[in-house]
């Protein structure tokens, strides 16, 4: 089976960070990109920013631009994403995704995998 593994969501006040990572299996090495999107409560699922493997081109969403950055291990076959001055909107479960396409996309029907989902909660 394939499998993404996020961590690091937790509870932090306004103007934190927080670091997420997301760990593949081994079935995933072969993944050219990988994205984070998150789903606020009541709210449908969106785009937050992906990395694409070799290249090292990075695309983030208009709402986390300069706030938040994706970055990855290659030993460790981990990507990261790293969340700076946090808002309360950005209160989510936020998810990894891999995409076996070279091409950046920010719609979750081109991912292949999909993590179980790590809850970040941010506090006034």
């Known amino acids: 089976q394939v499998q993404l593994v996020e961590s690091g969501g937790g509870l932090v006040q306004a103007g934190g960070s927080l670091r997420l990572s997301c760990a593949a299996s081994?079935?995933?090495?072969?993944?050219?990109?990988m994205g984070w999107f998150r789903q606020a409560p009541g709210k449908e699922r969106v785009f937050v920013a992906a990395?694409?493997?070799?290249?090292?081109?990075?695309y983030y969403a208009d709402s986390v631009k300069g706030r938040f950055s994706i970055s990855k291990n290659n030993a460790k076959n981990t990507v990261y994403l790293q969340m700076n001055s946090l808002k309360l909107e950005d209160t989510a479960v936020y998810y990894c995704?891999?995409?076996?396409?070279?091409?950046?996309?920010?719609?979750?029907?081109?991912?292949?995998?999909w993590g179980q989902g790590t809850q970040v909660t941010v506090s006034s």
């Open positions: 995704a891999a995409d076996e396409t070279a091409i950046i996309s920010i719609f979750e029907y081109e991912y292949d995998y």
């Open positions: 081994e079935r995933t090495f072969s993944s050219r990109v």
């Open positions: 990395i694409a493997w070799n290249s090292l081109r990075t």
